[in-house]
């Protein structure tokens, strides 16, 4: 746990506010001084593994609790585990969230999840991969003020478009001739609201921005040659997109589908407010969210629900963190 | 099962037909160049479906056969003819007719399908007005965005086109008319466009390439756009509009009403959003203390500096602007803490999370860098940051939980605290070997006091000094008054008063005004390793060379960091705290989860979502998410400009 033999270029600072070690000096201290002094050099190690802990116990209590029956739970606090205290450990939580096939089902819950987060994956990567090859490679007037405004949405608060786009969904658009007293119908009511489909193209929408301005970066920067030479060889622009740019960005296109896929799936907001009358079609999220206002009642399975709820997330980041963290930086560093 | 293949089947679909139109489209534009008139068909289908597509979805066509289906297809054969026909007639005389003749052909076809219950009669005077109006419109629109007269004058007929269809159909009293005025109507409108078909000429070989080329930016940008302007630019100049109306008293659900500014001057107002009526309470609060004593603090280490530095100026340093930092950040929260309301709190959220989670972050990336098993440690406090807001909301409620003061605490937060309160009040061992282990702390942490300050290591020496002296007040409370979750009561027992003491627990969640603060640790616990990512790389990036050749000049850790490394990566602390700063402005679901707005921990976007769908005041509703939409404007007005730096 302490810091290496040969001191790296940077070793780590103790602490941010100012009051750091002297290294230099206090090293040719003798005796109790050099005990000291050696215990402080390995200090940053461990505030960062007792950070570590800090940040890890909330979840583990959650794991633990999920096997512990309502008794336990309620009882006794979830690290008499790791002291040896075993009872009352069972599966039945894990059982119970799974067996009810009411309104409550769990797991109609999660293939809702999926339902929404899957499509609301797939269509943005499609759509903003053809959008973010116009911006980099296709001229034409106006391309770099449409990209400006296109990405700057990303700051828009989803609020701002959730009751229009509800009112969309449920009563499609109409408009009112200004001056006389006809209304048109632009887009007629089909019935969206209530159903993962209003879910997915309200993420797709506002997924958009940052799409394209992740794919762009990527796309932008490969290099002009090969354009140049596919062009030469006359290909055309859906071509070259074909044969050439999606299999070039495989990697980005995988860091954005992984973000995508965590924040969609772990979506609460958008679900809520367009499938709040349809709890046939609640999302995980929902249904835990719903478990925990009868926090007195089914708190017992309210800690597997979470669980289960967020497994799938864990998994993909930690099977695919690789990408997730090129998708972090390539949307917050390089812009 | 059923529910998973249905769905599935529904992703495959949806996934389907998008990935088919894009690449039909793009097909059918590269026709453009080769098979000229196969090309023009489909264009003129795909005209004529949408054409009486749009009539037929506005209930003005006769009902034949399956409804909605069947006059669509009789405008896309028509259509398909039309445009067939006339891309292989060149004579420019005989092109006209055609034109004008096919299109008022159909104009009759329109006329003969109009519903007989339906037919229009006409406001002539409507008609031509909107005519002449739009034919203007589009004629100036034409001539600015074109600059050639020729051209600008088929945009003005377009105009006229469109204007007479919106005038004459919008204009009209459906119900009251007769036969020969649906035709007057339809054929008019048609042949004007049919006038405009006419007066083009077939694009030679270069202006078909042109087409086919030129077709592509709109391809490819449409889908994206089409989301962007429906989905986000539309509702947003529509949620705009709808804050300056409001619900009529005793109205229906939709009957809104102008309200002008009401909404906004209500959310200013009412007590709910900004209650400054405590405001007096504010040096009441032991915050407001420590942040006055580490002000004298900074001042005290300034004039020492001053008087002892060689040159007789006062210059900063680490001593001085660390207690300053610290005592503004906290007379910051205690004044988030005595103001209350739905907008302070949102500002105490913005300014909590977004420093706490940077400087965590910061610290735990400059902790972590080139550590043994360093990319364990960074993921698992990244991992918070793939779990939902649900979720982790959940989890911190068994972190918060507190169980009756008798019975053992299952929450790890007042476990520690009822434990430190048994510590402080208990006779046992347990009781002595705590004040043994301070004793043990307060003097380590003075030898090393002593050590530092003879090797001139005064910033270690003081900061060891200030933790003494922390831990020694911790000592006191501890031996004197007592620290933690306790409290005593007097009880009776046989008619002799004996005073007991009995654990007290926190409700993390219910006490006001720090509750809130609870609330934004949880965030804080998500975001920090969103932060930490970002640093670690943009730290290991710092080029080596820097780094060495400080060393070389003889710098500390200390001033490389805050002198090498943070100039460094200034930027970077940008982009990490205007990210913050967005999304924690729009923090809901740790809120709706938790407290669901109660016990004072109200936010904007909580707030929102109460009033427009709980109420259902459309108008209150987008008013409060206009004021998120605002708050967030000099970030998006931040972001453009770098942009445009990065762009040049």
Redesign the interface.
């Known amino acids: 746990m302490t810091t290496t033999n040969s001191p790296p270029p940077t070793t780590p600072a103790s602490s941010s506010t100012g009051g750091t070690s002297k290294a230099g000096d206090a090293s040719k201290e003798k005796g109790v001084g050099k005990i000291v002094y050696n215990t402080m050099r390995s200090v940053p190690t461990w505030v960062l593994w007792i950070l570590v802990i800090l940040w890890t116990t909330p979840t583990i209590g959650l794991f633990v609790n999920s096997f512990r029956d309502r008794d336990m739970q309620r009882t006794s606090a979830f690290w008499t585990l790791f002291r040896g205290n075993f009872d009352g450990l069972t599966l039945n939580n894990y059982r119970e969230i799974f067996g009810t096939e009411a309104d409550g089902g769990f797991w109609d819950g999660i293939i809702n999840s999926f339902a929404i987060a899957i499509p609301a994956t797939v269509i943005p990567i499609a759509i903003a991969a053809f959008a973010a090859y116009a911006f980099a490679w296709i001229e034409f007037r106006g391309r770099e003020w449409l990209f400006i405004i296109t990405v700057s949405l990303l700051a828009i608060p989803n609020q701002v478009a959730l009751i229009p786009l509800l009112q969309l969904f449920s009563n499609g658009a109409h408009v009112t001739l200004p001056g006389l007293d006809k209304t048109v119908t632009l887009v007629p009511d089909v019935g969206l609201v209530g159903t993962s489909n209003a879910v997915w193209l309200t993420h797709t929408a506002f997924a958009m921005p940052f799409a394209i301005f992740l794919l762009h970066n990527y796309l932008s920067s490969l290099p002009k040659d090969i354009f140049e030479a596919a062009r030469i060889d006359g290909a055309d622009h859906f071509t070259i997109f074909w044969r050439l740019v999606l299999p070039l960005s495989v990697p980005v296109l995988a860091a954005f589908a992984i973000f995508q896929f965590l924040w969609t799936y772990n979506d609460y907001l958008i679900a809520i407010t367009m499938l709040g009358s349809a709890p046939s079609e609640w999302p995980a999220t929902i249904k835990i969210a719903t478990l925990s206002g009868e926090f007195g009642l089914k708190e017992n399975v309210l800690t597997a629900g979470a669980f289960v709820q967020t497994v799938v997330p864990l998994a993909v980041f930690f099977s695919l963190q690789r990408y997730f963290v090129r998708g972090i930086l390539a949307g917050a560093v390089k812009g | 099962m059923d ?2 293949i249905s ?1 599935l089947i ?2 495959v679909l ?2 389907g037909v ?2 088919v139109m ?2 039909v489209l ?1 097909y059918l534009f ?1 026709q453009a160049t080769k098979r000229w008139r196969l090309f023009n068909v489909i264009v003129g289908a795909f005209i004529g479906l949408l054409y009486f597509g749009i009539l037929d ?2 209930r003005l066509l006769g009902d034949v056969g399956p409804t909605l289906i069947f006059w669509p297809i009789i405008g896309a054969v028509a259509g398909g003819i039309v445009f067939g026909v006339l891309s292989e007639i060149e004579e420019p005389r005989l092109r006209f007719a055609t034109a004008a003749g096919s299109m008022a052909a159909i104009g009759i076809i329109q006329g003969a399908a109009w519903r007989s219950d339906f037919l229009p009669s006409l406001d002539w005077g ?1 008609a031509i007005a909107w005519t002449l109006i739009t034919g203007v419109i589009f004629g100036a629109l034409g001539l600015a965005i074109r600059q050639d007269f020729f051209r600008a004058g088929r945009w003005a007929l377009i105009g006229l086109a469109i204007g007479w269809m ?2 004459a ?3 009209a009293d459906f119900g009251s008319g007769n036969r020969g005025e649906s035709y007057l109507a339809a054929i008019i409108g048609l042949a004007l466009v049919g006038v405009c078909l006419g007066m083009s000429k077939i694009p030679d070989n270069a202006g078909r390439i042109k087409i ?2 030129g077709s ?2 709109y ?3 449409a ?3 089409a ?2 302007v ?7 100049a ?2 705009i509009y ?1 804050s300056l109306l409001t619900r009529e008293e005793d109205g229906r659900f939709n009957d809104l009403v102008w309200n002008g500014l009401e909404n906004y001057g209500f959310i200013f107002t009412n007590e709910n959003s900004l209650d400054f009526s405590d405001w007096g309470n504010f040096f009441g609060s032991s915050l407001v203390w420590w942040g006055a004593g580490l002000l004298v603090l900074s001042l005290v280490v300034v004039l020492v500096q001053w008087l002892r530095s060689p040159d007789g100026r006062p210059r900063a ?3 001085s ?2 207690p300053f930092v ?1 005592a503004w950040f906290l007379i910051a929260m205690a004044v988030f803490a005595t103001l209350r309301g739905t907008i302070i709190n949102n500002l105490w959220w913005v300014f909590f999370v977004s420093i706490m989670a940077t ?2 972050g ?3 990336a ?7 098993m360093e990319s364990v ?1 960074k ?13 982790a ?7 918060y939980i507190a ?1 009756p003061p008798n ?6 937060f007042n ?1 520690i605290w009822v434990g430190i309160g048994e510590l402080s009040t208990t006779d046992s061992w347990t009781g002595i070997l705590a004040i043994a282990v301070l004793i043990g702390v307060i003097a ?1 942490l003075l ?2 006091a002593g ?2 300050w003879r ?3 005064k ?2 020496a ?3 000094l ?1 933790g003494a002296g922390l831990v020694g007040y911790l000592f006191y409370r501890l031996i004197g008054p007592g620290i933690g979750g306790f409290k005593t009561r007097t009880i009776l027992v046989d008619g002799q008063e004996v005073t007991q003491t009995i654990p007290d627990t926190i409700l993390f969640l219910q006490n006001i005004p720090f509750n809130n603060l609870w609330l934004m640790i949880i965030l804080i ?1 998500i975001q ?1 390793g ?1 932060a930490m ?2 640093f670690s ?3 290991k990036a710092v080029p ?1 060379e820097f ?2 050749a400080a ?1 070389v000049d003889g710098a ?3 001033q ?3 002198r090498v ?1 943070i100039p460094q990566i200034a930027t ?1 602390i940008g ?2 705290v205007t ?1 913050l700063i ?1 999304l924690v ?2 923090v ?2 740790i809120v ?2 938790m407290t ?1 707005g109660n016990f004072g921990t109200q936010v904007l ?1 909580s707030d ?2 109460q009033r ?2 709980t109420e259902s005041n ?1 108008g209150l ?2 008013a ?3 004021v ?2 605002i708050s ?1 404007l000099p ?2 007005f931040y ?2 400009r ?3 730096k ?2 040049t």
């Open positions: 529910r998973l769905t529904r992703i949806a996934v998008s990935g894009f690449v793009n590269s979805g506005n409507t919106l005038g159909y919008g204009g086919n080329a592509r930016k391809i490819f940008l889908p994206a756009l989301f962007v429906l989905g986000l630019l539309i509702p947003l529509r949620t709808l340093s680490g001593g602007i660390s610290i400087v965590l910061l610290v735990i400059v902790l972590a860098d080139r550590t043994r440690a993921s698992l406090i990244f991992m918070p940051m793939a779990i939902s807001f649900v979720g909301s959940i989890i911190w409620r068994y972190m169980r019975k053992p605490q299952t929450g790890v476990s380590v030898l090393l050590i530092s090797a001139k290591a910033n270690m003081l900061s060891s200030l616990w920090t969103f990512v970002i790389a943009a730290i080596g780094i060495e060393k500390t850790e200390t490389i960091f805050w490394i970077t982009v990490v990210t967005v402005m729009k809901y679901d709706k989860v669901n976007a929102m979502w427009a769908f459309f509703g987008s409060l998410a206009v998120l939409f967030v970030i998006m972001n453009i770098r942009m445009q990065l762009e």
